[in-house]
């Protein structure tokens, strides 16, 4: 036997088995091998004398003097099963089941027994749902050996634990002094992790052996980015001249002079422009913070040098936006941009992409979906992905990797994100980027002042509305829904906001305010031009759903209210109330809730605006997928590894995936194997 032995040929296992276990993802010895289980720590004390502690996990023999059934099993419903129990030294007890009146006729009277359970919080004499073994020899029976140290795998439909672990012993016994470290390192560290993590000893024996092979893990996972980025720069980049004089010319377009922050971000940007070896780097700052200013600088430099640029943002709005930014910054100038959007007539579109293939376009800003199909320019130089987690990992290389085929050498890329990462997630999501951030913000603007308000609806609103506007400002109205999906027709009595009902009460309340709703549904061109409507200060409140979420930038909007604020998460709403005092009046945000008690979790909102210490609540609190989307978490699926508990292991396995990748080593292919997860019996413990 060896690890690829397939599992149908170890005692029995027949067709049936094998087939559960291919379903479970076990195919082979070595699957098994790496099939861990949970540490439960050593088995509980054997109480054979004196009384139980309340609220303790005890195993004990006595022998069952009656079972009786009894109505709720004390939980409520259900027929519930009591056993009065008696220990050799006279001690009695009771055994209590819940909705499990089946039991009675495996207890029987006289017979004896190995109990073992957690006595009650209150009654220390009481066991509540214990586990049972009959021994057959009565007192006399020894309790069976115990490890010292108890596992657990996790559940296998159709073959049992008895058997799995038989299995596992077979496994461990048949190949593990032969099996090699998937690190390619001769030592048996691998090999002795395993057995510990089947087998422990201790909790703190397993705990070591998990830290071992975490650590092989996360140097598979660090290895696969430092391939993934290598395939990217396999190939040359440009060293673009970007020297001062272009400099100076670039930064005299911007109507503002760049902050401290900026300078020092966009310093980062020429190193790595006018290097040789491609750019490949994220760079990450809280929303308002001028990333966009930053990326057309990096785009003018390249197009200086006679290479073109392509912008890629997540929405239609967005790219219009980023436009007219754009435009507005290079009128007189020879640089020539355009827009592609799913609204860009076809005539219109074929142009454009023709007029990038014939290098009449310096800088073509478009959408995701859009600029992901088949772009060809003439000479792409530099790649510009807004809120790039909303863009596909594979959608980004395969742009990359296109122009980079089609002109011999690789484009540099920059990624936007105000997604703050926490440094746990940036290592890990993001281990193959450089990252770059922009601390602080523009002059003149304060935090946006966020209080809680208790609104069920739409009317409660009308008051700090109505107050913005006299001010001379304008309002978002947030709602987590578009449309009401309830049956409830009125309006305050929806369960959760949506902006069509909200729009409608708003109207009916305050007749006076020019109102408009923003959704996800709408067709294209509507959305610019209610956008374009309300950046002009034709509308006075903008009701929408988070499709305003990124990015948008209107100067004259005060107010933002989040209606049922609890259903989104912390780094989104604090993304929300980016959205206003972006210009010279302060911002306010009202985070509406309807229960009598505000919930909890916004506390931190009120309390901070440091967007980076809410990303990493909001990390705690729901995971990586919430912060980055799905396109990106899935990488994180990990057999063993914690990304919180093993950030050190994390950091050693990067550098030592750069060492080696460095060194021209490719990954091993039992690395590479670590990472083909979902076998991984921690995962779903
Ligand atoms: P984000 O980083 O969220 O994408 P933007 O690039 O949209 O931020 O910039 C937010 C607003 O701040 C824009 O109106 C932009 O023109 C303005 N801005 C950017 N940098 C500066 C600066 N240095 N001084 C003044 N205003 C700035
Ligand atoms: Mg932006």
Redesign the pocket.
Known sequence: MDAGTSLRFLPGVGPARAAALAEAGLHDVWDLLHALPRCLGPPPPLVESGAIPAATAVRLRARVLSARPVFGGGRGRGMGLEALLERADGYALKARFFNAGYLRRHLLPGEWYLWEGRSDAEKAAVLLHPSFVHLKQGADEQPPAEAACRVAYRAVAGVSERTLVALVDAALEGTLDHLADPAGSDDVGHRRALLTLHRPESAAAYEEARRALAARELLALAWRMQARRSAQVGMPGRAWRWDDAIHARALAR??????AG?AEALAALRTDLRAAQPMYRLLQ???????????LLASLAVIADGAQALWCAPTAVLAS?HHA?AARCLVGTRVRTGLLTGGTPAAERAQLLSDLAARRLDLLIGTHALLGEAVEAAELGLVVI?EQHKFGVAQRAALVNRAAQHQGWAPDLLL?T?TPIPRTLALTAFGDLEVAR?AG?????SAVATALFRAAGATQLAAPLRAAIAAGGQAYVICPLREDASEAGDDDVAPVADATSVTRALAKTCPELAIGLLHGALPEREKLALMAEFAAGQLHVLVATSVIEV?I?V?GATLIAVLDAERFGLAQLHQLR?RVG??TMPGRCLLCHRATEAPERLQILLASDDGLAIATADLAARGPGALLGTAQHGALALRCADLVRDLDLLQDAHAEARRRTAAGEAMPPGLARLLTGGSGLLAGG
Do not use: C, Y
């Not at 911007?254 to 902050?259: E, G, S, V």
């Not at 913000?441 to 603007?445: A, D, E, M, T």
């Open positions: 911007l109507p503002f002079a760049l902050t900026q700052g809280d929303v308002g913070s001028g990333k966009t200013a930053l990326a936006q930014f807004d936007l105000a922009i913000r523009p002059p003149g603007r990015g930038d100067a980016g972006r210009g």
